[in-house]
C-alpha cells in the first residue's frame, strides 16, 4: 500500500487528501500539521473547516485510510510521496515587503522532511510559490549527507473554497509539472482513480508553477474589469448585470465569472498577484508588473466607493447609526473571512462611529478575530433579524443563498426610517425591495430612492 503524506491541514491540504483517500482505498493517507487544536478538530466532530459535503467524506475514510496526526517526524520517515500544503502569505517584513510570498514555512517544511526522511520521495508542491521554487526547495532537500534522492513535482490545487468537494471530484484539470516523467506519473496515476486522463496535463515544472498565479490573476482580473465598469455604469445608467449578461453571450468571453459586486477577497487571489507583480519586477518588467497590480488597486477602488456610497446616501453621517452587515465570510458557502471585503468595510464603518451589527451563518467566529482590535460598537447576530432591529441601514457583504429568502417585509419593519439597503453583490431584486419601501442601492446600477 502507498503511502500518501500531506503537511498543511489547511483549507487545501484537508479536503484535497480527504477526497484523495476517499477515491483511492488502495492508498493510506496521513494529514500533519504543527498546529495540534487543528489536528484534534479534524479528529473530532466538528470539522476546523466548513466546506459542503466535507463531513461525509471525513467520515466515511477517516480511521481507514485517512489519518489526522501531528507526529510529523514518523509520518515523514513512512511516506513515499510527500505534499506539501503550507501556506504562503505576502510577506510582511524585510525585502519584498508586501508583495513576494513569504517562503519561510514551505523552508521549514523541506528541513523538516531533510532531517526525518531516511529514503528517497516524491515531494509535491500544493502550495502556491512564485515560479523556481523547485529550484530552492531541490536544493534544501539535496544537501543531505546520506545519498538521499527526492523528486520534485509541483502540482497547484485549483480547488475554490466553497465548492472545493465538487471541484476536487470534478476538476476542469489537474495539473502535474516535473522534470522526471517517473515522478510525474506516480503522481498522474494517484488522480486517475477518478480523474479521466485527458484532464489531467503534464507540463514543465517552471509552466506549472506559474500557471497557478496566472489562473488567479486572469480571474481577478476579469473581477476588476466588471467591477471598473460597474462605477462607470453608475455615473451613466447602465446597468452591469444587463451588461455583462450580453458582453457574457459572446463565446469568446464566456458568462462566467462576470459578476460585478464589492471586490474579490480570500486568501489567494490578491496574494498571487502581488506576488506575480513582484516575479516581474525582479526579472525586469516593470511595465507588467503594474498592468498586473492594478488588478488590486481597483479592487481596493471598489470597497471604498462602496462606503463613499453609503455615506453619502445617508447624509454624509453614519455616526451612532446602526448598520446591519449581512454575511462576513469572502464568499457563500464558506466561513473562511481571509481578506474579506467585509473586514475594510466594516472598519471604515466604525472609524466613522456606525454601531455595527453583523450576521453571518458560518463566520462569526472568525469575524470575532478579524475585528477583536477594532474599537466601536459591534454586535455579532446569530440571527438575521436580530442584527436589522432598530438598523438605518443593511449591508449585503455576501451572496450566501439563503439572504434571498429572508422576510424583507419583516425586515423593513423592524428597521429606522428611511431604510436604507446597500446590496454589495446584487443578490437581490431591487424591484422588489423598492416596492417594500426600502432605499436600495445595487451595485453598478442606478440606485432606487423614494426621495
Ligand atoms: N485556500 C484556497 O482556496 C487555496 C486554493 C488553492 C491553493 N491554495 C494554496 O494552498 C496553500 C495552503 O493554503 P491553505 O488555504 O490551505 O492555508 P492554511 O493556512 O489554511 O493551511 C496551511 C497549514 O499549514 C500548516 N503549516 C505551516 N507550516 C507548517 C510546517 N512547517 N509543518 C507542518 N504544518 C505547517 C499551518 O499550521 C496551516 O494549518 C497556499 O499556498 C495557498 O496559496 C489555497
Not at 494517484?190 to 517552471?206: D, G, M
Request: proline content about 4%.
Amino acid at each position: 500500500m502507498k503511502r500518501i503524506l500531506c503537511i498543511g491541514a489547511g483549507y487545501v491540504g484537508g479536503p484535497t487528501m480527504a477526497v484523495i483517500a476517499d477515491q483511492c482505498p488502495d492508498l493510506t493517507v496521513t494529514v500533519v500539521d504543527i498546529n495540534a487544536q487543528r489536528i484534534a478538530a479534524w479528529n473530532s466532530d466538528k470539522l476546523p473547516i466548513y466546506e459542503p459535503g466535507l463531513e461525509a467524506v471525513v467520515r466515511r475514510c477517516r480511521g481507514r485510510n485517512l489519518f489526522y496526526s501531528t507526529d510529523i517526524p514518523g509520518a515523514i520517515k513512512a511516506a513515499d510521496i510527500i505534499f506539501v500544503s503550507v501556506n504562503t502569505p505576502t510577506k510582511t517584513f524585510g525585502a519584498g515587503a508586501g508583495k513576494a510570498a513569504d517562503l519561510q514555512y514551505l523552508e521549514k517544511t523541506a528541513r523538516s522532511i531533510l532531517e526525518h526522511a531516511d529514503s528517497d520521495k516524491i515531494v509535491v508542491e500544493k502550495s502556491t510559490l512564485p515560479v523556481r521554487t523547485a529550484q530552492a526547495l531541490s536544493r534544501v532537500l539535496h544537501s543531505n549527507t546520506r545519498g538521499l534522492k527526492f523528486r520534485i513535482v509541483s502540482n497547484p490545487e485549483f480547488l475554490a473554497e466553497g465548492t472545493a468537494i465538487e471541484d476536487l471530484l470534478h476538476p476542469d484539470r489537474v495539473l502535474i509539472g516535473g522534470m522526471e516523467e517517473s515522478a510525474i506519473e506516480e503522481v498522474a496515476q494517484i488522480y486517475a482513480h477518478w480523474v479521466p486522463r485527458e484532464r489531467i496535463i503534464t507540463t514543465n515544472l517552471w509552466s506549472s508553477e506559474l500557471t497557478k498565479l496566472v489562473s488567479n490573476a486572469l480571474l481577478a482580473q476579469r473581477i476588476s474589469s466588471v467591477n471598473s465598469i460597474s462605477a462607470l455604469c453608475e455615473k451613466t445608467g447602465a446597468n452591469i448585470d444587463e451588461v455583462t449578461r450580453a458582453a457574457g453571450r459572446d463565446s469568446r468571453i464566456g458568462p462566467k465569472f462576470l459578476k460585478a459586486g464589492i471586490g474579490f477577497g480570500g486568501s489567494c487571489f490578491k496574494k498571487d498577484i502581488l506576488n506575480l507583480v513582484y516575479l516581474c519586477e525582479h526579472y525586469g518588467l516593470p511595465e507588467v508588473a503594474a498592468y498586473w497590480e492594478q488588478v488590486v488597486r481597483m479592487n481596493d477602488f471598489q470597497a471604498r466607493r462602496f462606503v463613499g456610497t453609503m455615506l453619502s446616501a445617508m447624509f454624509n453621517t453614519v455616526a451612532d447609526k446602526k448598520i446591519a452587515i449581512l454575511g462576513f465570510a469572502f464568499k457563500a458557502d464558506t466561513g473562511d473571512t481571509r481578506e474579506s471585503p467585509a473586514i475594510a468595510v466594516c472598519r471604515q464603518l466604525l472609524e466613522e462611529r456606525a454601531r455595527i451589527r453583523i450576521h453571518d451563518p458560518q463566520a462569526l467566529d472568525n469575524a470575532r478575530i478579524d475585528l477583536k482590535d477594532a474599537a466601536g460598537d459591534i454586535t455579532y447576530c446569530e440571527d438575521p433579524y436580530e442584527a436589522v432591529a432598530g438598523a438605518h441601514a443593511l449591508v449585503i457583504m455576501t451572496d450566501w443563498k439563503n439572504f434571498r429568502d429572508l422576510d424583507y417585509e419583516r425586515i423593513f419593519e423592524r428597521m429606522e426610517k428611511p431604510a436604507f439597503l446597500f446590496d454589495g453583490r446584487n443578490l437581490l431584486d431591487p424591484e422588489k425591495l423598492f416596492r417594500i419601501g426600502f432605499h436600495v442601492y445595487p451595485i453598478g446600477q442606478k440606485p432606487l430612492t423614494h426621495f
